[in-house]
């Protein structure tokens, strides 16, 4: 179904428009399913036109299904079939929660293939953009593009000190009252203060039936899987041949930048866009030319 005005201004319920269209819900009021995969009951949402190759969500450290920034996820499924989920023991989701990037792949793929999905791409934040260069090196036949943000390769610089910075600064936001996102994903400066703030207030957007939160055993699992991520040696990046879009702040924190320089000059056919005054969160600080580039990208 091509994109439509009404698709790309998102719509607060579900239902037939005039021409017999389907109306798409906007991030906030997409319903939440179940689909069991290997004995895990992953918990996802998804919305988007049904045509076309439909792009994976693969989140951040922590995040649940409510972590992904309804202004990103509106913006592609303006255009693209959106799918996010909870991975394996987070949220909703049951079971244990891997404690390996690796896992954490294999899980998602059979997710995917649960949907019956044989050809998707894949958009990884963060973690998520760890597991994603893993689904696209084993599975290359299931992944046509990647955007890759936030992010960086196996034993990549300074991705070892997550553990350390996700903690301290857990402990800056108590101190403060305030959102441990404010400090990771945010520079301290006007712009990124004023930018975590509307980004935070855009998560509470969703009032009814919002997601669990991660409990403290999975958060430790992905700690643990980041870290033996950081120390791993590098991978071959060169086999991965689908085109990718690697995005991030100029001063991220969490994934130094350099990571991204890293990826995009690693990867065979990779464009990497930089955003200024802006850090882990950089695509979500600039999530309207982020949407815009993404949309780019995945038409090309």
């Known amino acids: 179904m091509p994109a439509t005005t009404r698709q790309r201004t998102a719509t607060t319920r579900i239902g037939q428009a005039a021409s017999g269209e389907v109306v798409v819900p906007s991030y906030k009021d997409a319903s939440t399913r179940t689909v069991s995969a290997g004995g895990v009951d992953f918990a996802y949402r998804d919305l988007g036109p049904r045509a076309g190759v439909p792009v994976i969500f693969l989140t951040h450290l922590a995040a649940v299904l409510d972590d992904w920034d309804p202004r990103v996820v509106d913006g592609i499924a303006a255009r693209h079939r959106v799918i996010t989920f909870d991975n394996r023991g987070v949220g909703a989701s049951s079971g244990s929660t891997p404690n390996s990037i690796e896992a954490m792949a294999k899980e998602a793929v059979a997710f995917i293939r649960a949907l019956g999905l044989e050809k998707v791409d894949l958009f990884g934040f963060s973690m998520g953009g760890m597991i994603a260069q893993v689904i696209a090196a084993d599975e290359p036949q299931l992944v046509r593009k990647l955007i890759l943000a936030g992010t960086g390769p196996a034993g990549g610089d300074g991705i070892t000190n997550v553990t350390r910075i996700a903690q301290l600064d857990t402990l800056r936001g108590l ?66 041949r689908q085109p990718v879009l690697v995005a991030n702040g100029e001063s991220d924190r969490m994934v130094p930048t350099r990571n991204s320089v890293d990826l995009a000059q690693r990867l065979p056919d990779a464009d990497l866009v930089v955003y200024p005054d802006a850090g882990h969160g950089g695509i979500f600080q600039f999530h309207g030319q982020f949407v815009d580039k993404a949309l780019e990208f995945l038409a090309r």
């Open 175 to 240: 101190f403060t009252v305030q959102d441990p996102k404010q400090f990771l994903f945010f520079t301290r400066t006007p712009d990124g203060r004023r930018a975590g703030k509307a980004f935070l207030a855009r998560l509470k957007e969703r009032t009814e039936n919002r997601d669990k939160a991660i409990a403290l055993r999975s958060y430790g699992a992905q700690l643990a899987a980041i870290h033996r991520w950081g120390k791993q040696e590098p991978a071959d990046l060169s086999v991965i």
